[in-house]
């Protein structure tokens, strides 16, 4: 069975430009969650979307969103980048989600490497 | 400021050696998993605790969620060098948070 596929791996944005990454779920995952991972602060929740909806949200500016089409692949956009903004940003799938009282198994991709000049 | 605090940050042993490292909250987590990460590759799932109290064996790899269940330890027996990764807890609090990870080295 396919796993998470995260598109691109690597990219380098300057400044003030923006950028879309891209995330396939394994075939029948619902959910999709993001993640910003960096060696000081580690993984940071983004957001989670279940059957196209954001269920929840975490503390990052406006300028990080989101969306999960009807296949339940998702997309995440970051306008207006700064240097602060290069991470590695890893997408999860799973099941059924993280809302319930138990979390099933998190599903990565190998992430998409954003380094902005 | 990290929910899930984990320790040590850095860690470097001898092939053989036994070592524990931790993850500890000041809030009460429903479930709480354990993943292993290794460069250039997502986490991967070891292991997922439910009820307080409760231990969990993986072969050479000993998990204990805290009583509480605001905290939860690893114990790894005879380390390898194939355990060398970034170890990483996460708490179910109506979505996942992770800690910022133990970085294990195991030398040959």
């Known amino acids: 069975k396919a796993g998470v596929t995260q598109t691109p791996r690597y990219l380098i944005k300057t400044r003030g430009q923006q950028v879309t990454l891209s995330c396939s779920p394994i075939?029948?995952?619902?959910?999709v969650s993001w993640y910003q991972q960096t060696p000081g602060q580690g993984l940071q929740f983004l957001f989670e979307?279940?059957?196209?909806?954001?269920?929840n949200k975490g503390n990052f500016p406006g300028r990080f969103s989101g969306r999960q089409f009807s296949n339940s692949r998702s997309e995440m956009n970051v306008s207006t980048l700064e240097l602060g903004d290069s991470a590695l940003y890893l997408c999860?799938?799973?099941?059924?989600?993280?809302?319930?009282?138990?979390?099933?198994?998190?599903?990565f991709g190998e992430g998409s490497r954003l380094t902005v000049l | 400021t990290q929910l899930l605090e984990q320790s040590p940050q850095f860690l470097s042993i001898q092939e053989g050696e036994n070592l524990t490292v931790y993850c500890n909250s000041s809030s009460v987590f429903s479930s709480l998993q354990w993943y292993r990460q290794e460069p250039g590759e997502g986490p991967v799932l070891l292991v997922t605790v439910v009820t307080g109290g409760e231990v969990k064996k993986l072969k050479r790899l000993t998990f204990q969620f805290g009583d509480a269940r605001k905290d939860s330890s690893l114990h790894i027996t005879a380390a390898q060098p194939g355990d060398t990764g970034l170890y990483l807890c996460a708490g179910n609090n109506n979505d996942m948070r992770f800690g910022a990870g133990t970085r294990l080295t195991v030398k040959p």
């Open positions: 075939s029948g995952h619902r959910s």
């Open positions: 999860a799938s799973s099941l059924a989600g993280t809302g319930g009282f138990v979390t099933g198994e998190l599903f």
């Open positions: 979307y279940f059957s196209e909806t954001q269920r």
